[in-house]
């Protein structure tokens, strides 16, 4: 027995895997049943309890994990990732190979671009005075340029935003423009470094030995 949802006017690529109870094409307030097109690419897995809202448009090898909200009106690219129980609104341009991590809140008019990665419990917010009169003419959500990082439970203000390669991290409230490869930390988030001087592991060396701790060897705290 189906346990699942596809409204009028869905276009689904193939393959396609749908698990149970999942809802594509629901019709937001105000908009008829398959008023609005829907469509999902090749290779889409859309996980159990996953509810889409018509009107979006999403490219290939879509994955959502279960319970996940993404309301109406949307460009999503290929190989974007959205984790359990996150929140997209409507309006939102998110770009080509997007990772959104679990119980992340993506507001309306929020711009992600390709590559960028959202952590865990990471909130964007659009509304500066939320219920002040004219509010809802003047949300605009955060804008997260190509390849910046977003570190578990990140606050992000309205409008701001994060430049490329950026990496702002985890409890960081972020209330003004990040610059392009800057490491931001803390509330209200500062620089506290550059991309380029963080300590990345090292590739392996030739013959496959790697460059971590040998034997008998003991971990040193990294310096700012």
């Not at 396609?16 to 889409?44: H, S, Y």
């Not at 897995?45 to 996953?50: A, E, L, Q, W, Y």
């Not at 964007?124 to 809802?136: E, H, M, Q, R």
Request: one cysteine or more; a positive charge; aromatic letters at 4%.
């Amino acid at each position: 027995m189906k346990t699942w949802r596809v409204f009028a006017n869905v276009s689904l690529g193939e393959p396609c895997t749908i698990e149970d109870f999942c809802l594509i094409g629901v019709a937001p307030r105000g908009a008829r049943e398959g008023e609005l097109p829907t469509r999902i690419g090749d290779g889409a897995v859309i996980r159990s309890h996953t509810v889409i809202y018509a009107g979006n448009v999403i490219g290939s090898n879509f994955q959502t994990g279960n319970k996940v909200n993404v309301r109406e009106s949307n460009q999503i690219g290929d190989n974007v990732s959205i984790g359990t129980l996150s929140v997209v609104e409507h309006h939102v341009r998110i770009g080509h190979n997007v990772r959104i991590h679990t119980q992340a809140f993506i507001p309306e008019f929020s711009v992600l671009e390709d590559g960028c990665w959202i952590g865990p419990n990471v909130v964007l917010t659009n509304a500066k005075y939320p219920l002040s009169p004219g509010v809802k003419d003047a949300l605009a959500g955060p804008i997260i340029r190509k390849g910046a990082k977003i570190g578990a439970n990140a606050t992000l203000l309205p409008g701001v935003e994060i430049g490329e390669n950026a990496v702002v991290g985890a409890g960081a409230v972020v209330v003004r423009d990040v610059p392009a490869g800057a490491v931001v930390v803390g509330n209200p988030a500062r620089v506290i470094n550059d991309v380029t001087r963080l300590p990345y592991a090292l590739p392996p060396r030739s013959g496959g030995a790697g460059r971590g701790l040998t034997g008998g060897q003991r971990g040193r705290s990294c310096k700012r």
